[in-house]
């Protein structure tokens, strides 16, 4: 998938390409009508915004971080699955790391594309064994990561990096420490995104399919607008089309099995 600037929408290609929008026009409350009359000129089927929630609308425009939710929820071309990066789910941890944020804050974001958004699928990145971190405040960011549910999160191990400011601190986290830590918020990202699947099932969801099945004939993969993974079984030609289909069963393979 392609990351652009909202200026470019008018260069996308063909109807049915599924595109990631970068943050960069957050704060400008005009982006939405701008994107919805870019993305209608082209005939561009589905938008899925990168970023939703703006570090600065959340600190200082919270009314106009509603009302952004609400405009983007009005247009049909965007898509229901949103990445806000998060990184740890502890406060201490985020003045660290120096983010300009909370989790207080943090949380009001999903709480507006909740609101706004039937199901919306919010997915995270997380960085654990980051310089300083004690067990108490991993356990901060667990409970956190518990209590909002998200869909999916990304999980990752801190690594050193010469020339920066955290490479610096101390004390440095031992490598079986940040296994161990990886490995919980693994399991936990697995069983919330089995959840949240297994809601969706018996829906009928739009799926863009993208390519056929390695291995499987006759079978197809593709994702919803919600970027759920979908297999569906037709002896059509359906590679690059948009059909509608009834989410069925969650398969082992991380697939939701889907039937026209």
Same mark, same amino acid.
Do not use: W
């Given at each position: ?105 943090? !949380? ?8 706004? *958004? ?11 064994? *980051? ?15 518990? !209590? ?77 607008? !919600? ?34």
């Amino acid at each position: 998938m392609k990351v652009i600037l909202v200026e470019d929408v008018k260069a996308l290609g063909k109807k049915g390409e599924m595109v990631n929008v970068s943050d960069g026009y957050a704060r400008n409350m005009l982006f939405p009508k701008k994107l919805a009359l870019e993305a209608s000129a082209k005939n561009i089927n589905d938008l899925k915004l990168k970023k939703a929630h703006d570090e600065k609308v959340a600190k200082e425009q919270l009314a106009d971080a509603r009302a952004f939710a609400e405009e983007l929820a009005k247009m049909e071309k965007i898509c229901p699955h949103f990445h806000l990066s998060l990184q740890s789910g502890c406060d201490a941890t985020l003045a660290r790391m120096n983010r300009k944020y909370t989790t207080e804050e943090y !949380e009001n974001a999903c709480s507006i594309l909740r609101k706004n *958004f039937t199901h919306p699928a919010i997915t995270t990145d997380v960085i654990v064994g *980051f310089p300083g971190e004690t067990e108490e405040e991993f356990e901060e960011t667990r409970k956190f990561l518990e !209590e909002i549910d998200l869909y999916e999160m990304h999980v990752f191990k801190y690594s050193i990096r010469k020339g920066t400011k955290a490479a610096d601190m101390k004390p440095q986290i031992n490598d079986q420490i940040k296994a161990k830590r990886s490995n919980v918020l693994l399991e936990m990202s697995k069983q919330h995104q089995k959840e949240f699947e297994t809601k969706q099932l018996g829906m009928v969801k739009e799926v863009l399919i993208e390519e056929k099945m390695h291995g499987k004939d006759h079978y197809y993969t593709g994702h919803t607008k !919600e970027y759920i993974k979908v297999a569906l079984y037709s002896e059509e030609l359906l590679e690059n089309k948009i059909v509608k289909v009834k989410l069925r069963q969650i398969l082992d393979d991380g697939y939701v099995l889907a039937e026209c």
